[in-house]
């Protein structure tokens, strides 16, 4: 009986020419080798993705199409046939599987699909053969049989996924970064490598910009209980593992903080307080699938109420014309504004459950280097603000430091 059963999820980079795909390969005949089954699930090749998007977008502006998710999911069978070959080259044996080899049946929303059920024998089958599984990332196929893909980053999703219907020992998700840090590197210099993070700080991490994991995956990491690893291929020091709170040994009050740029505000002044009304501005947004982030609305004066929301920048001269067409007697363009330069900045961790003060640190540090909030919204283990955009590195410094994320955890001021 093999010892484990591993899954290895690699991203783009880690597979982004001929030479890294023989480090992969040779990666997973090491696992392999050491005594246990191994799943692999690949990424297309770095920036391929992007490429087959392009040419679709010169042809069709939608993303979400039968056809254009038949185009981009190809970017992965090429990654899996060549690591299959590779592993082959270097004397061991696999087997490439397409997201309708391994049945990955997903509902039918193009390039954002979310999988239903994977049927984990023909994985099986493959290991008694003593063979790599090679699977393909981001793609599945609906109830009638048409591909389907994830959304960006849904490799991720299919690793743990299959990890999940594999009760795997781990799911390895391995990029080109260390781990995940208390704040991004590239940033905040002083920035760590956090050891164990608890899903659910996970999750929030990842929804207000650290963009190391799709949030899905955490959540399907989370529902079934699938231990993540992320970690670097370039390398064998051990990454961050992502974890149930019990075993997270999150004693500290911040994990990490994130910023999420090229946000956008809009305002409607003047609306009237009464029913329906943020209903009737939103629904007509979100059913053209566009996803509103933090909903301010102001206590009304004279029966009437300011609204304002921020989106993604992209969606933002999409969603003003929604407005105009459907909501438009709420909103004439002498109540209506917008500003394009904003970003989110958000400090979590699940240490703010029990200790106060958190949100009163934030306010103050931003007000000392003289940063303007506009919005603020909070969760049980998260505080974000709304800021202008050309403050949010010195943001993301400035709270880095003052909640002394720059110090090994035992070392840092207790709350
Ligand atoms: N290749 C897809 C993308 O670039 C999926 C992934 O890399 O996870 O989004
Ligand atoms: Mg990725």
Not at 62 to 80: C, F, I, Y
Not at 325 to 347: M, N, T
Request: aromatic share 4%; proline share 4%; glycine share 8%.
């Amino acid at each position: 009986m093999p010892d484990k059963l591993i899954v290895q999820k690699y991203g783009g980079t880690s597979v982004a020419d001929i030479d890294r795909i023989r480090s992969v390969a040779r990666r997973c005949l090491e696992t392999q080798l050491a005594g246990n089954d191994v799943a692999v699930v690949v990424s297309a090749m770095a920036g391929e993705t992007n490429r087959l998007l392009a040419l679709t977008h010169e042809l069709h502006g939608e993303v979400n199409d039968r056809e254009v998710d038949v185009v981009v999911a190809t970017g992965e069978q090429v990654s899996v046939g060549l690591l299959a070959l590779a592993i082959r080259a270097l004397g061991g044996q696999a087997q490439s599987f397409l997201g309708h080899q391994v049945k990955i049946v997903t509902d039918d929303s193009h390039a954002r699909a979310r999988i239903r059920s994977i049927d984990p024998e023909p994985l099986r089958a493959c290991f008694r053969e003593g063979k790599i599984a090679v699977i393909a990332g981001f793609q599945g196929v609906d109830e009638a049989g048409n591909i389907t893909t994830l959304g960006r980053g849904g490799s991720d999703t299919t690793g743990v996924a299959i990890a999940a219907a594999l009760h795997a020992d781990v799911c390895e998700i391995y990029t080109d970064v260390d781990g995940v840090f208390t704040a991004d590197p590239r940033v905040v210099p002083e920035a760590r490598q956090i050891e164990r993070i608890s899903y659910e700080a996970m999750l929030e991490l990842a929804s207000v910009g650290a963009k190391v994991l799709q949030i899905r995956s955490v959540e399907m990491g989370m529902k079934y209980g699938v231990p993540i690893h992320v970690r670097s291929s370039f390398h064998h020091q051990s990454g961050t593992w992502v974890v149930p709170e019990e075993q997270a040994m999150e004693h500290v009050l911040v994990s990490g903080i994130a910023a999420v740029r090229d946000e956008s505000k809009i305002t409607v002044r003047a609306v009237p307080d009464i029913p329906g009304v943020a209903a009737k501005l939103l629904s007509p947004l979100a059913d053209a699938g566009i996803v509103i982030d933090i909903i301010v609305q102001n206590v009304s004066r004279d029966g009437s109420t300011d609204m304002s929301f921020t989106l993604p920048r992209q969606d933002r001269e999409r969603a003003i014309a929604i407005l105009r067409d459907q909501a438009g007697e709420l909103c004439p363009d002498d109540r209506l504004a917008w500003s394009d330069g904003v970003a989110k900045i958000s400090v979590v961790g699940v240490g703010m459950r029990s200790h106060a003060g958190v949100a009163r640190r934030m306010f103050q540090l931003l007000s000392d280097e003289g940063i303007n909030i506009l919005m603020i919204s909070t969760s049980e283990i998260k505080i974000s603000c709304v800021i202008l955009e050309k403050y949010a590195e010195l943001a993301l410094r400035v709270l880095h430091e003052g909640f002394d994320l720059h110090l090994p955890p035992e070392d840092r001021a207790s709350p």
